[in-house]
């Protein structure tokens, strides 16, 4: 990849990089160091990096929570919800999600929880 297009990349919005997932380097797990904020394909989805770490089998996106956080698309009105691992993945205030089938509302920031659980935080959405 050339340097005009290595910049490119490295400033493109989440939203901007899901429009073009195709120009970010396959993950590797072959020693490869990786930065803080680099952006990945694995499979068909795109990854964000969450630490400097340099790649090994067992960190693979999907598997290694603390290393990567999936990037979705925003265009999803109510994407399935995802265990989140901590703050840098938790689900904001009014975040929109689906789950066993249902539509769910965050009712707090920083949410954790799976929805419909006791205590879970999230208001089941209702169409009418």
């Known amino acids: 990849m050339s340097a005009a297009a290595m910049m490119a990349v490295k400033t493109l919005s989440d939203e901007e990089a899901l429009t073009v997932v ?5 993950w590797s797990a ?12 694995y499979g068909d989805t795109l990854y964000k990096c969450l630490q400097d770490h340099i790649s090994q ?11 990567w956080v999936r990037t979705d698309d925003p265009a ?9 691992t901590g703050a ?3 689900y ?8 066993n089938g249902k ?9 954790v ?8 935080n999230w208001t089941e959405y209702i169409e009418e």
């Open 22 to 26: 195709s120009i970010f380097p396959e």
């Open 30 to 41: 072959d020693s490869v160091s990786y930065k803080k904020d680099d952006r990945v394909r």
């Open 57 to 67: 089998s067992a960190w693979a996106p999907e598997d290694a929570v603390s290393l």
């Open 76 to 84: 999803i009105e109510w994407p399935e919800w995802v265990q989140p």
């Open 88 to 90: 840098h993945d938790s």
């Open 92 to 99: 904001s205030k009014g975040a929109k999600v689906t789950h």
């Open 103 to 111: 539509k769910w509302i965050s009712d707090i920031d920083a949410n």
């Open 113 to 120: 929880w799976e929805p419909g659980t006791p205590s879970s």
